[in-house]
């Protein structure tokens, strides 16, 4: 390993989380639950985005049924976040809407200065005080 690699392995070390007990506290079978569908959530997602890249840069033919597939594999975890926070999918696609309405408040519709320029803390009360 070169010195320029041991040095950065060093320096990086410092700054990782090392205790551990603290963490383990956390994780609580809730926790433990979120975290399965954020694993399948990111898994899926890879397999819908290694789909579409295998389709667009090495010429493979898409196939639609396996991009639905995809879909429905990241909505089987979706509904276990959900089950697990207590809201629908309804209530997740309200409180995503009332999000986007605040973002894009002055057009009304998706304008790339809006997407930049984001008040989160004026769409997390938007969010917050959905019903």
Known sequence: MTK???KYIELALKTELKDYNEVSKRYTPEMARLM???MGIA???GEFLDMLKKHINYG???DR???IEELGDLLFY???ACDELGVSFEEVQNINIK???ERFKSK???NSEEAINRDHSKEKKVMENVN
């Open 4 to 6: 320029i690699k041991e």
């Open 36 to 38: 399965h569908s954020a």
């Open 43 to 45: 898994t899926e997602g």
């Open 60 to 62: 493979k033919p898409f």
């Open 65 to 67: 049924t396996n991009a």
């Open 78 to 80: 979706i509904a276990i």
């Open 99 to 101: 999000k986007l309405q």
């Open 108 to 110: 009304g519709k998706f």
